[in-house]
């Protein structure tokens, strides 16, 4: 019997059909736990600070995802890790968001986001699981590293400015705030390094496009590395999902290794 033969045109034809499904496939059960590790450099000079940045959590009870969270963290030796707010959406869910929080081993500084607000829970047991280890739960506050070399500034969603006065130019300073577009806040004011989440990189980003979606206060800082004049931005494209949006397309779960 004669082989059919597929032609090119009907080669093309199938593979337009089944991309629909292949990106809904990708999109719901590949992307929203395919953990990326972005590794980012700042400044010209010989690194001496090894940071972690995560952010946007938004745990909803999946323990085996955010235990492999933290133990890709920890895999990655950081000196010191800092959050960038939203550990959950719904308070039933942060005991056990903080007992698996709370075997991150290095210094953890973090301040909260918009979702930690809404949810209504005590920030008390979330100070205790970022203290524990060195760290600190910044409510438009300040702490140095353990080795005395970095300042960590988190302002909240209020945006105290006081927190950030007087900087400290014998040290390097880190300004942890959940909303991106809060960079345009800052004045005069001159960071080592700004961390930001809230945008999740836009979860579903098209090629040639960008993201179909934003929350507010991100504005052109949706993901990545920006140059602004109050120093360099980071944006991480966060660990979860928003509400019960758990889709991801072109813009995986990040966890970044920062060298400064």
Not at 82 to 100: H, N, P, R, S, V
Not at 160 to 182: C, E, G, Q, T, V
Not at 212 to 221: G, K, N, R, S
């Amino acid at each position: 019997m004669k082989a059919r033969r597929f032609s090119r045109r009907k080669f093309i034809a199938a593979g337009l059909l089944a991309t629909p499904g292949l990106v809904y496939a990708d999109s719901k059960w590949a992307e929203p736990t395919w953990l990326r590790t972005t590794h980012v450099r700042i400044g010209a000079d010989k690194p001496a600070h090894r940071i972690i940045h995560f952010s946007d959590i938004h745990h909803k009870g999946d323990k085996a995802y955010l235990k492999a969270v933290v133990e890709r963290i920890n895999s990655l030796s950081p000196d010191f890790v800092c959050f960038t707010g939203d550990i959950i959406e719904d308070k039933e869910y942060l005991d056990e968001a903080l007992d698996l929080l709370s075997t991150v081993k290095a210094p953890m500084y973090g301040v909260p986001g918009n979702h930690d607000y809404w949810s209504q829970v005590s920030f008390e047991p979330i100070k205790k699981c970022f203290n524990a280890h060195g760290g600190a739960w910044l409510l438009d506050e300040r702490r140095q590293t353990p080795d005395g070399k970095v300042n960590i500034i988190g302002i909240t969603c209020s945006h105290a400015n006081d927190a950030m006065l007087p900087l400290d130019p014998s040290r390097k300073n880190i300004l942890l705030m959940h909303y991106p577009a809060w960079v345009k806040k800052i004045g005069d004011q001159k960071f080592n390094l700004m961390l930001a989440g809230h945008s999740h990189g836009g979860q579903v980003r098209l090629p040639f496009y960008g993201p179909l979606f934003l929350p507010y206060a991100v504005d052109e800082y949706d993901w990545g590395l920006f140059h602004t004049q109050s120093g360099p931005l980071y944006v991480n494209a966060g660990i979860g999902y928003i509400y019960k949006y758990n889709f991801r397309f072109n813009c995986r779960p990040e966890i970044t290794v920062i060298e400064i």
